[in-house]
């Protein structure tokens, strides 16, 4: 498996990280996970993921943050971003801020998958 094929999933809740990879494990792609945005911004540089998934909630630095990081230096990375609060407000602030797609949770396999795959475009 080569890094093109690779998917940093960000989010503070270990069910959340741990179906995640099961999931696009599943479907032949390499999951890194992070816990924090912390995390996450040890592992992207340096690294060529095909894609981010992140939660948009999480403590100390939420999910904006990092997709604001992202913009900056890796603009070409698609991002998925999920929300268990997606009121249009957030919704629009997630677009707006540069998500490709917006995931409610909770969310089922199939529609986690159809996330990323537009966020991927058919890339």
């Not at 080569?2 to 999951?31: A, F, H, N, W």
């Not at 540069?98 to 795959?117: I, Y």
């Amino acid at each position: 498996m080569s890094e093109k094929d690779s998917i940093l999933v960000v989010d503070d809740d270990p069910i959340v990280l741990q179906s995640c990879r099961m999931v696009l494990e599943t479907v032949g792609y390499d999951v890194v996970l992070a816990a924090s945005v912390d995390e996450a911004l040890e592992r992207l540089p340096g690294r060529s993921f095909r894609a981010l998934v992140l939660d948009l909630k999480m403590p100390r630095r939420d999910g904006m943050h990092l997709v604001g990081w992202v913009l900056e230096n890796r603009p070409d990375l698609p991002i998925v971003m999920m929300t268990g609060f997606s009121t249009p407000e957030t919704i629009e602030e997630g677009y707006r801020k540069g998500a490709s797609v917006l995931l409610a949770k909770p969310f089922t396999p199939k529609e986690l998958l159809a996330a990323l795959n537009t966020a991927l475009g058919g890339r």
